[in-house]
């Protein structure tokens, strides 16, 4: 029916059943598969379309045809939370929680059916028809480097997002909890913490301590700021135990900083029981 968005790898399409009229979206890869490829493609197809949950976006059908793979997948229409909050907005801390607890209980679905994501960004996280957030594009990442047509500076978009393992061609489990905690560190201070080409990012997000996110948003809790560091750590061994601990985390730091609001007489919110806590300077030491 119309062009949904297009980016440097696909092309989204909103479709209309012919026979039933239901509505569903068609992404196209500009990817070239050969017949090795397209048996890939199909295993990887068949593994994301059996994951059923709330909060994962439907894989309906997919296909090769004249070369060129394509997916049917449930429509959002909503659109993504990259259009809901533009490049650049702080999005309250509530909302960030709310979010953040939708996307964790979709990846820990995800993960204990041994599949990880790989590219967590605003882009890939959906809004659906009761507001609800919905995680798409599992395994595309993994569709994009089987490509012999892709090359390394193609996947610069991504790369703010990466996990340092992740660079080094090792993806696991905490590569998705550390790309969530660069979309959570966008969201409470309106950038990334690294920037650049794909070679300094990749610098960066191996080696660099991320900036405090108060140095950069005074309004945000030393707690707060204490769990999204632990998830950016940059060995996946120092982050929470899992994307669901993290997500527990952010809310319970959350509840901390609306307690110490509403009591003056508290400097501070109490550290939070039985999560690792690991500051810039541990960041650093882990780096080095």
């Known amino acids: 029916l119309r062009v949904l968005g297009e980016g440097g790898f696909a092309t989204v399409y909103l479709g209309e059943h012919v026979h039933l009229g239901t509505l569903a ?8 598969f050969s017949p090795e490829d397209s048996e890939a493609f199909r295993k990887e197809a068949q593994l994301i379309a059996r994951l059923e949950h709330p909060y994962i976006v439907r894989v309906l059908d997919y296909d090769v045809q004249a070369g060129t793979p394509f997916l049917v997948m449930s429509f959002a229409s909503g659109g993504t939370l990259r259009t809901v909050h533009p490049k650049g907005m702080v999005v309250p801390l509530p909302a960030v929680v709310d979010y953040v607890t939708q996307i ?15 590219d967590i960004k605003p882009e890939n996280l959906l809004v659906g028809a009761r507001q609800e957030v919905l995680l798409g594009d599992f395994g595309i990442a993994v569709l994009i480097q089987r490509s012999r047509s892709v090359s390394t500076q193609a996947v610069v978009g991504t790369a703010a997002y990466m996990a340092p393992e992740q660079f080094r061609g090792k993806p696991c489990f905490a590569s998705d909890q550390y790309a969530l905690a660069v979309v959570v560190y966008e969201w409470l201070v309106g950038e990334r913490p690294f920037g650049g080409s794909f070679v300094e990012l990749a610098s960066q997000h191996l080696l660099t301590p991320p900036p405090g996110l108060r140095e950069r948003n005074a ?44 009591s003056p007489g508290r400097l501070q919110a109490d550290p939070l029981p039985h999560q690792p806590i690991v500051t810039t300077a541990a960041v650093a030491s882990v780096a080095s």
């Open 25 to 32: 979206a068609l992404k196209l890869l500009h990817l070239s």
């Open 104 to 118: 964790a209980e979709a990846l820990q679905y995800a993960h204990e059916q041994h599949i990880i994501h790989r």
């Open 219 to 262: 309004g945000i809790s030393p707690t707060v700021e204490r769990v999204v560091l632990t998830a950016l750590a940059k060995e996946p061994a120092q982050r929470f135990g899992s994307v669901k601990d993290f997500a527990q985390a952010l809310a319970q730091a959350s509840q901390a900083t609306v307690s110490t609001f509403f």
